[in-house]
């Protein structure tokens, strides 16, 4: 009778570890990302996160269609709307709609909130062939997110430590959209 009394006491001891160690392994994942309650350092990048790729990718949006919501804001993959790319620096944020279509074909677009001049320039000079530089079409995160398909960067500033891992980001996910490798290429029209 005494040995099943410290089995069960095993048995219930043994659950409690494992109730709490699934708790604990939900806390780090919830915790590990910017999105997911991480915070984003002031100087510097957040690690960059590798989004969950939206079942809905496949599907092209009419011109009318309403804007879907999406997994992820701003998006990384999702249900999109086909037209031109927006290039180079722009200065109307860019439909979400339309972001997903251009990160689809390897862009990767740069989004921040209202920066002190000198670092807005720095952000303006990383527009290139396949990265563009926008405002954003909603709230942030962050001072900064860069985008490419299913990739998210959130950085808190753009000191140069946050420029060389967007730059670090963009070397890594320009010309890699759906598809996989898309060359760069410049289009003139």
Known sequence: MR???RHHLSAVLAWRWVALSAMGAAS???????????????????PALNERLD?????HLFPSAPEPKYLTD????GPHRLGPPFRGVVNTPIPRSSQVAMLESGFVIV??????AS???????LAADLVTV??????????????????KLECGSADPTALAAIHAFIA????VGFAGNIPATTVTS
């Open 172 to 175: 890594t996910h320009q010309g």
């Open 111 to 116: 989004q921040s909130r209202v920066l002190p």
């Open 28 to 46: 780090v994942v919830a915790c590990s990302h910017p999105g997911r309650g991480a915070a984003v350092p002031a100087n510097g990048c957040a």
């Open 3 to 5: 040995s099943r009394g």
């Open 74 to 77: 701003p998006p990384t993959s």
């Open 119 to 125: 670092q807005a320039a720095g952000v303006d000079r």
């Open 55 to 59: 079942s809905r990718s496949t599907v």
């Open 134 to 151: 926008a405002p954003p079409a909603g709230p942030l995160p962050s001072a900064i997110v860069v985008t490419a398909w299913t990739w």
